[in-house]
């Protein structure tokens, strides 16, 4: 069976770290690319950042550009999002999901509908 399970979520204060990590199993983990993706209440689900597993290429939305980063255990099936300088609108359930890496195709990693697998979601809540 397909897990995508996040974990690592919780409270923290604005200005502080927290580490999110996304578990895979069930698929070829080195033939898709994970991405990281938000949602807070009311709003569309963003996307903040991915990473190829077949040769480790990041991409990063450039609202975390410099604050957050991405990174992959290819020996734990396991993507990692180290946030930092955390700010009250980074609030919102976290998301991790899965994009089979077309080979000849521009990854549009960014979109959504291109991520097949979809974790559960974690909670973070950035307080003042």
């Known amino acids: 069976e397909v897990q995508l399970v996040e974990s690592g979520g919780g409270l923290v204060q604005a200005g502080g770290s927290l580490r999110l990590a996304c578990a895979a199993s069930g698929f070829t983990f080195d033939d898709y690319a994970i991405g990281w993706f938000r949602q807070a209440p009311g709003k569309a689900r963003e996307a903040l950042s991915s990473?190829?597993?077949?040769?480790?290429?990041?991409y990063y939305a450039d609202s975390v550009k410099g604050r957050f980063t991405i990174s992959s255990d290819y020996a734990k099936n396991t993507v990692y999002l180290q946030m930092t300088s955390l700010k009250a609108e980074d609030t919102a359930v976290y998301y991790c999901?899965?994009?089979?890496?077309?080979?000849?195709?521009?990854?549009?990693?960014?979109?959504?509908?291109?991520?097949?697998?979809w974790g559960q979601g974690t909670q973070v809540t950035v307080s003042p």
């Open positions: 999901a899965a994009l089979y890496e077309t080979w000849g195709h521009n990854m549009r990693w960014s979109v959504v509908d291109e991520y097949t697998y």
């Open positions: 990473i190829t597993n077949s040769d480790g290429s990041t």
